[in-house]
């Protein structure tokens, strides 16, 4: 089996190094570990160690694109040897198809397919299913319905020198693998010169297959430069992998079919029993069309509500094949910001299994439907082998499952402290924490502003304005490219303050901030629990005044425990610094170029259709550049600026 190889530059602190030890030694006797590691200790550097070290396939999940993005690139980086895929949803817009009872409104399912993500989907399947030095780096999308990865094995198709084949046989081959002929190459085709078939992998854009023919038997196979027709390599054998993980043979779609008319004739007198001749008939109309696009196509709008019919021995009701069945059963889990990760795995059934529900009762689908879905939380973690939970707050279910014994994680190279907590009276707030930003602004460092409300952030952000101040309000209806803008502004001191109510899902990275002021601490919630006021601190934890104040009238259960398990990492760093005679020094970080100059100000949208037309086209070849670059943060808010334009 191939090996993990990390490559870097930096070298392993005493305090990953020990995280590190702890970590491996716990995954050899504990199926769950919990690292908890504070803002900016390297915790992503660590886990790399642990990949390397433990020797396994491993899958890191993230709960949300961006940060998926950011950690297959630092992945990427580590390890340039090995196979590092990324694998999330493949859509760049998706509405899902649904019904509103209450209004009785339908509405149609909607999606823009990003066929640069559906070939990194395809190149993670493609890795598993060949390799052992994999990993790959998901959104939840790892938890929702794919086909059987035995199904999926079946038509890999192995090419070798010399083997006798018809050359008709070989191109009805790569039409079953889901191949298309076409007269240019893009990922997914193939074309025909003569005895010299080139097909282009579904898993890249970089290099096509050239397969020589003489007569009936194979004479070459060579992986050649899409661009330039450079030759990269000579084969004796090549494996080519199906263009699509949805990819059914003509008996199974055959069989498929059969099966539907079968339950269809059933739903329809069951929903006539019960008085429901609309529903029955819409649900024949509808199903009907779908079978003669199936009988015609191969496909329909919609099939992955027949997924149940393509998976051989699913049951109804039994979880569907997902990502993870495609790791070996000794594979490691990695569960990225685990308290945010935990809940939105263990949320996703119930909001698509209510959404299905309505669809099936008035008679948009048939029941089959419910089983094209995401994994139960229980069906994940019996999916699952061993898991490290990965948080600077650990949550309540990840903190059971070790029975509260973490490994920790809380020096960080640079010497930083965790941020000083002060607690101050709601009373004078907005006066007080004017005179915080003078001296902040005095001494060129910048202010965050923490609101429970819409309405108190833009009050906040007017009166400071009137008085002179900087500020920006980064409320939710600001595109991706407008919030990046703004925190642009914030760190080159365009802006002394900005305030807003969900700070923590920008993800934020800024060493210039010295200062976040949170109102209404001592409202207990979601917003002002433990974990929440833990987070919102450690986003000042990069410069070296780090400091946070809480205002309140009163000091909550939630705000002693942030305080408490603040002053406790403090404690330990501060020690350890002046053992190991440590200076703090605050992160220097580059302040990058706006995104796009010319786009920065909204009043730049308004082009004529042209104009629009020609910048749509230049910034879809850049967003196709940084997702090759594995840049996948800048090609989102590319992507968001062509969604925009596009409008």
Do not use: C
């Not at 023919?213 to 080519?240: A, C, H, N, P, W």
């Not at 910001?337 to 263990?346: A, C, I, R």
């Not at 299905?356 to 008679?363: A, I, Q």
């Amino acid at each position: 089996m191939e090996q993990f190889k990390l490559r870097s530059d930096y070298k392993m602190s005493p305090e990953q190094s020990k995280a590190t030890k702890k970590l491996l030694t716990s995954l050899k006797t504990e199926k769950d570990t919990v690292l908890l590691g504070a803002t900016g200790t390297g915790k992503t550097f660590t886990i790399a160690n642990v990949i390397e070290m433990n020797k396994k396939p491993t899958l890191v999940i993230a709960h949300n694109k961006s940060l998926a993005g950011q950690l297959y690139y630092e992945f990427k980086k580590f390890f340039p040897d090995n196979r590092v895929e990324y694998y999330i949803s493949n859509f760049d817009y998706y509405r899902p198809e649904a019904f509103i009872a209450t209004t009785q409104t339908y509405i149609e399912k909607q999606s823009q397919q990003n066929w640069e993500i559906e070939m990194m989907r395809n190149s993670a399947l493609s890795s598993l299913t060949s390799r052992g030095d994999v990993i790959v780096v998901a959104s939840v999308a790892a938890i929702y319905g794919h086909r059987d990865p035995k199904e999926y094995v079946k038509f890999h198709y192995d090419v070798r020198v010399n083997e006798k084949i018809d050359r008709d046989d070989l191109l009805t081959k790569l039409v079953e693998m889901g191949y298309k002929r076409e007269l240019s190459l893009s990922p997914g085709t193939f074309t025909v010169k003569g005895d010299v078939i080139e097909v282009s992998p579904s898993w890249t854009s970089f290099f096509h297959i050239r397969i020589e023919l003489f007569g009936d038997e194979i004479e070459g196979i060579i992986e050649i430069d899409s661009m330039t027709k450079e030759v990269y390599k000579r084969y004796q054998s090549y494996v080519l992998y199906p263009a699509s993980a949805n990819v059914v043979s003509e008996y199974k779609i055959q069989k498929a079919i059969e099966q539907i008319k079968i339950d269809l004739k059933k739903r329809i007198i069951e929903l006539n029993s019960e008085g429901k001749d609309l529903e029955a008939q819409r649900l024949e109309a509808r199903t009907n069309f779908d079978i003669e696009q199936l009988q015609e196509t191969g496909t329909t709008n919609g099939i992955e509500n027949y997924s149940l019919y393509f998976d051989d021995f699913r049951k109804t009701g039994e979880p569907p094949f997902t990502l993870l069945d495609y790791f070996p059963k000794d594979f490691l889990l990695i569960l990225d910001e685990s308290h945010m990760t935990v809940p939105q795995l263990n949320g996703m059934y119930a909001g698509d299994r209510s959404r299905k529900k309505n669809l099936v009762d008035y008679g948009f689908r048939l029941p089959s439907a419910m089983d094209n879905r995401p994994l139960k939380f229980e069906e994940f973690v019996r999916k699952v082998n061993k898991t490290i939970y990965v948080s600077a707050t650990p949550g309540p279910y990840e903190l059971e499952k070790v029975h509260n014994k973490v490994v920790e994680q809380i020096i960080r190279p640079t010497g930083l402290l965790d941020p000083i907590i002060e607690v101050r009276d709601s009373e004078n707030q907005i006066n007080d924490l004017y005179d915080e930003i003078i001296k902040r602004k005095m001494k060129n460092e910048r202010v965050l502003i923490n609101t429970v409300s819409r309405k108190l952030a833009e009050d906040i952000a007017d009166h400071y304005k009137d008085k002179n101040l900087s500020v920006a309000y980064l409320h939710y209806e600001l595109k991706t490219f407008e919030r990046d803008e703004v925190l642009r502004k914030l760190r080159i001191g365009f802006y002394d303050a900005v305030v807003g109510i969900n700070l923590l899902r920008e993800g934020l990275d800024l060493p210039e901030v010295s200062l976040m002021a949170i109102f209404d601490a001592d409202v207990e919630g979601f917003l002002r629990n433990k974990t929440s006021l833990i987070q919102m601190v450690g986003r000042v934890a990069r410069n070296v005044h780090g400091k946070a104040i809480f205002y309140g009238s009163k000091v909550t259960k939630s705000m002693k425990e942030a305080i408490a398990e603040t002053d406790r990492r403090r404690s330990i760093q501060e020690k350890f610094n002046e053992k190991n005679r440590i200076t703090p020094v605050s992160i220097v970080k580059a302040i990058p170029e706006p995104l796009i100059h010319e786009l920065a100000d909204a009043q730049q949208l308004k082009l004529s259709k042209l104009q629009r037309k020609d910048k749509i086209k230049l910034l879809k070849e850049e967003m196709e550049l940084a997702a090759r670059n594995y840049e996948f943060e800048k090609a989102i808010k590319l992507r968001d600026l062509i969604i925009e334009l596009e409008k």
